[in-house]
């Protein structure tokens, strides 16, 4: 039970690779960013790939990665905000990890993508309105995933210290993070 994958999911904003990155550290754990593997492997952001190849593609490619994750032990995962849309993602992630949703307000969220340019989701239109619209369309689907953390006016260790309490106490890990 130890050696499951902790994937971190949620909106983009929700402190996802900063929360994964610090909690890798402490449990001596792989740490890998889902967004930051997918432009490694198609050699450009994710805003190219989605301005030449379609949402459509890098969402295959997004469900590949998702299939090789849930091959491999002891990672820690910062998922695409969006991998919560193809419902075998989370089936997959959820066989072999834990799914912990980080959530935040649309105002904290908004403040912590603001001067971002590698959002294509938000290059339409007033940002604000975006991220409540985006939100409110993937509400459920967040909803649905079985561990919530709430970011919103916290600090990474807050949230690191919040996650490992929630998955200290159902055995994922123990408290020394070994």
Same mark, same amino acid.
């Given at each position: 039970m130890?050696?499951?994958?902790?994937?971190? #999911?949620?909106?983009?904003?929700?402190?996802?690779?900063a929360v994964g990155r610090a909690l890798a550290q402490r449990?001596?754990?792989?740490?890998?960013d889902m967004d930051a593997e997918l432009e490694a492997r198609a050699g450009k952001p994710i805003?190219?790939?989605? #301005?030449e190849d379609g949402e459509a593609a890098f969402r295959r490619m997004e469900r590949e990665l998702v299939v090789e994750c849930s091959c491999r032990a002891n990672l820690v995962i910062a998922a695409g905000g969006g991998v919560v849309l193809n419902p075998?993602?989370?089936r997959d992630f959820s066989a072999t990890g834990y799914v912990i949703c980080l959530k935040a307000a649309p105002e904290e969220i908004l403040r912590?993508?603001?001067?971002?340019?590698?959002?294509?989701?938000?290059?339409q239109?007033?940002? #604000?309105?975006?991220? !409540?619209?985006?939100?409110?369309?993937r509400q459920k689907l967040y909803d649905a995933l079985p561990y919530q953390?709430?970011?919103?006016g916290k600090s990474?260790?807050?949230?690191? #210290?919040?996650?490992?309490?929630?998955?200290?106490? !159902?055995?994922?890990?123990?408290p020394t993070g070994s």
């Open positions: 130890h050696n499951r994958n902790i994937v971190l #999911a949620g909106f983009m904003g929700a402190g996802k690779t449990l001596s754990r792989t740490f890998l805003s190219l790939i989605f #301005a075998d993602n989370v912590r993508v603001a001067g971002s340019k590698e959002r294509p989701l938000l290059e239109g007033d940002k #604000a309105e975006r991220i !409540r619209a985006l939100l409110k369309s953390v709430d970011t919103t990474v260790a807050q949230v690191v #210290a919040e996650v490992l309490t929630r998955i200290c106490c !159902r055995g994922v890990v123990n």
